[in-house]
């Protein structure tokens, strides 16, 4: 193990001490609050601009709590750095916008596959690679929302680098969506697209192109077809049940994972 310090992480391996699993939320306001929920001894490790970490145990495991910031460009530094220090296991846990009439919130949209609407993604793989979940990274949240009877989606993530234009938003400086941009909601409503995020697409093709395993489960806070204001209620909640349900699925996939370390 170095001590050799990433740049923008502020991380070595060292202080890492063999951690291979990832939880990575966007906002670094939320890292303690997810780091402690897993482990009440958790304890701060970095902060450097976007990126605040710290380091719980789970289960015997070392559990890196790193945000990422938003977006695909802060994602992909984050990845790199974190990749080289020996991470494997990638959770990134979020917020979101359902586009189903049929979602209701709160609801925990776990992504099985994203529509790459960033560019970050495009500096590592073509356009034809797919933006695919790990299985059982997936499976592991999946069993877990189950076993906690917390509400949740199963599907495809459009991932946009920009929150206005790109998911179809109107209320913007000038109100005008380009014509790329201009009735891609209902196409993505009409291809059975769950939800608008703003990171799986990178999460997800640059961990395949690593050879590693990444999942994506982001609570539902608006509705783009109901209400376009979080309430208070709904954010709350979506946090807790994001919280609760993170912690199981690492549970579950420590327990079940055989692979040596
Ligand atoms: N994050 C997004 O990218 N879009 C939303 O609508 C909500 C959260």
């Not at 359902?98 to 529509?115: H, R, Y």
């Not at 891609?184 to 990171?199: F, G």
């Not at 640059?206 to 806070?221: C, D, E, K, P």
Request: net charge negative; aromatic share 8%; proline share 5%.
């Amino acid at each position: 193990m170095t001590n050799e310090v990433k740049y923008h992480v502020r991380l070595s391996e060292s202080m890492l001490e063999g951690a291979r699993y990832a939880v990575l939320p966007g906002d670094p306001g939320r890292v303690e609050k997810t780091a402690r929920n897993i482990d009440p001894n958790a304890r701060f490790l970095a902060q450097n601009r976007e990126y605040t970490s710290w380091l719980a145990t789970l289960n015997g495991e070392r559990i890196l709590v790193c945000s990422t910031g938003i977006g695909g460009p802060s994602v992909s530094i984050a990845l790199e750095e974190l990749a080289a220090l020996g991470l494997k296991y990638f959770y990134r846990i979020g917020t979101t916008g359902v586009i189903q009439p049929d979602i209701d919130l709160p609801c925990l949209i776990i992504t099985t596959g994203a529509v790459r609407l960033d560019g970050a993604s495009t500096h590592y793989a073509p356009i034809e690679y797919p933006a695919v979940a790990d299985l059982e990274l997936t499976n592991s949240l999946v069993d877990a929302a189950r076993e906690l009877n917390l509400p949740y989606r199963t599907g495809i993530t459009a991932s946009s680098d920009t929150f206005y234009p790109g998911q179809e938003r109107y209320d913007t400086y000038t109100g005008y969506v380009p014509k790329r941009f201009q009735g891609t909601m209902q196409e993505w409503q009409k291809l059975h697209v769950l939800n608008y995020e703003m990171e799986s697409a990178t999460l997800l093709t640059i961990i395949n192109t690593f050879g590693l395993q990444a999942a994506m489960v982001a609570s539902a806070i608006v509705s783009r077809v109901k209400e376009e204001t979080p309430d208070d209620h709904v954010l709350r909640l979506a946090e807790e049940q994001l919280a609760t349900l993170i912690k199981h699925a690492l549970e579950l996939h420590i327990n079940r994972n055989t692979r040596p370390a």
